[in-house]
């Protein structure tokens, strides 16, 4: 299953929901060219949406950091919504929990870009 990215816009957020696989090759891929297609147009507020993200390895997590800092460097935030248990338990392990913003409500992720 190849991974598909859709982009909606709530409040001044652009939220890209991912579906499928964040790994080596193609989906880490789709990952960057949609985050940095978001910055060229000028979006700073990004939420991933991994709510549908069934398996990621080392490069997916490679690039969803790569994603964060190139984001940040831009002056924008990026924060992660809905993690899968696997995708949790996986940052956990990496200590990368602590790097991200992980939200569970949508709403409320959404609100807290206003800050």
Do not use: C, P
């Amino acid at each position: 299953m190849t991974m598909k990215a859709s982009t909606r816009q709530i409040d001044g957020v652009t939220i890209v929901d991912l579906s499928g696989r964040i790994t080596l090759g193609e989906g880490s891929v789709t990952l960057r060219d949609t985050v940095r297609g978001l910055l060229a147009k000028g979006s700073k507020k990004i939420l991933l949406n991994l709510g549908d993200v069934n398996y990621i390895d080392s490069s997916g997590i490679g690039e969803l950091v790569s994603a964060y800092t190139t984001v940040r460097k831009e002056g924008g935030d990026l924060k992660l919504l809905k993690l899968t248990k696997k995708v949790h338990d996986l940052l956990q392990i990496t200590k990368l929990y602590t790097v991200f913003d992980v939200k569970d409500d949508e709403t409320a992720a959404v609100k807290s870009f206003a800050g």
